[in-house]
């Protein structure tokens, strides 16, 4: 159990819907990344927050967007959905901004399907 | 752009063989590498890393080599077991963390 909490596991959905995807991460890590993986595909890079704030911007679509609460849970929000955003969303966590000291721990993701 | 790729999608070895699992980058400016492993259902979890300054960095039945003048990067493990059945990705670390695809090792008593 590596700690990071992803939810709803499974998610079903119709095209054109919006659909959010929760994250909390491990106690006392700062800093919550968000992964896409479709199918063949590596981990794509969506976003990172540390301690509230955007720190980095990857291949994320206008239509997705994110934030970070003062909790520290992360939210994923995916609007406007096509069938192509059918996918494994990852969370992951790390206790620091930077991945030398302190390696990504992952949740089991979210698993989208788009109808 | 595909800046870590594994181009070998599966691989399958005897139990008690060696596994090597190979990754290739693009980007020279990468300064930190991490193997992590994913068995279904779950997300990855960290296995291995490697900083740029280093060539090999070993961890009981896993080894990590780095060549790069070559860019690549592999992961031997020795001897193989049923349990290392998995998906391995390569990560490289530019800015932000780069995953490569992913191999499907099999391992087979």
């Known amino acids: 159990d590596s700690g990071v909490t992803q939810t709803p596991k499974h998610l079903i959905t119709a095209t054109g819907q919006r659909v959010t995807l929760r994250c909390s991460p491990r106690s006392g890590d700062l800093s919550v990344y968000w992964y896409q993986q479709s199918l063949d595909q590596g981990l794509q890079f969506l976003i990172q927050y540390y301690n509230g704030e955007e720190r980095a911007k990857g291949n994320i679509l206008e239509r997705f967007s994110a934030q970070q609460f003062p909790d520290l849970h992360s939210e994923l929000n995916l609007s406007s959905l096509e069938l192509g955003d059918s996918a494994l969303y990852f969370c992951?966590?790390?206790?620091?901004?930077?991945?030398?000291?302190?390696?990504?721990?992952f949740g089991n993701g979210t698993r989208l399907t788009v109808t | 752009d595909q800046q870590v790729k594994q181009n070998s999608p599966s691989l399958s070895v005897q139990e008690g063989r060696i596994s090597i699992l190979n990754c290739d980058y693009t980007?020279?400016?990468?300064?930190?590498f991490l193997w992590y492993k994913k068995y279904p259902a779950e997300g990855p979890t960290f296995l291995i890393s490697i900083s740029s300054i280093k060539d090999k960095n070993e961890d009981g039945r896993f080894t990590v080599f780095l060549n790069k003048s070559a860019k690549h990067l592999s992961l031997h493990i020795v001897p193989s077991q049923p349990g290392d059945s998995a998906v391995y990705f390569c990560a490289a670390r530019g800015g932000k963390l780069i995953f490569g695809q992913g191999t499907e090792l099999s391992v087979k008593p």
């Open positions: 992951a966590s790390s206790d620091t901004g930077d991945i030398y000291n302190s390696p990504l721990h």
């Open positions: 980007n020279s400016m990468f300064d930190y």
